[in-house]
């Protein structure tokens, strides 16, 4: 069983930067797929990112291309989503996911967090 928590969620102005962490507990982190998605008001879930176990990273929408990076650190068990310049527009519930198996945009991941908000105000 994997629980992840995430946080560094908040308020923040357009063109402002906020760094999201996802930590996990449960065995052998590094061998775990790891992915932030996110769910605006009345929308669908929507992938952002995804870092492979092996090393691999990709990103959702052309929209976060350039502005928000996804990395990890396997020693303290841990994902984080830098978002740069953030738009009214990346408003949203952000949620981390974990998968041994499933990788990439697919909305398949087998253990999610509980969610953190993300607000940015024009």
């Known amino acids: 069983q994997v629980q992840l928590v995430e946080s560094g969620g908040g308020l923040v102005q357009a063109g402002g930067s906020l760094r999201l962490s996802c930590a996990a507990s449960g065995r052998a982190f590094s061998t775990l797929n790891m992915a932030w998605f996110r769910q605006a008001p009345g929308a669908e879930r929507e992938f952002v990112a995804a870092f492979s176990r092996s090393g691999g990273r990709t990103y959702g929408a052309d929209s976060v291309k350039g502005r928000f990076t996804i990395s990890r650190d396997n020693a303290k068990n841990a994902v984080y989503l830098q978002m740069n310049s953030l738009k009214p527009d990346d408003t949203a519930i952000y949620y981390c996911?974990?998968?041994?198996?499933?990788?990439?945009?697919?909305?398949?991941?087998?253990?999610w967090g509980q969610g953190t908000q993300v607000t940015v105000s024009s």
């Open positions: 996911a974990a998968d041994y198996t499933v990788w990439g945009r697919r909305n398949e991941y087998a253990y």
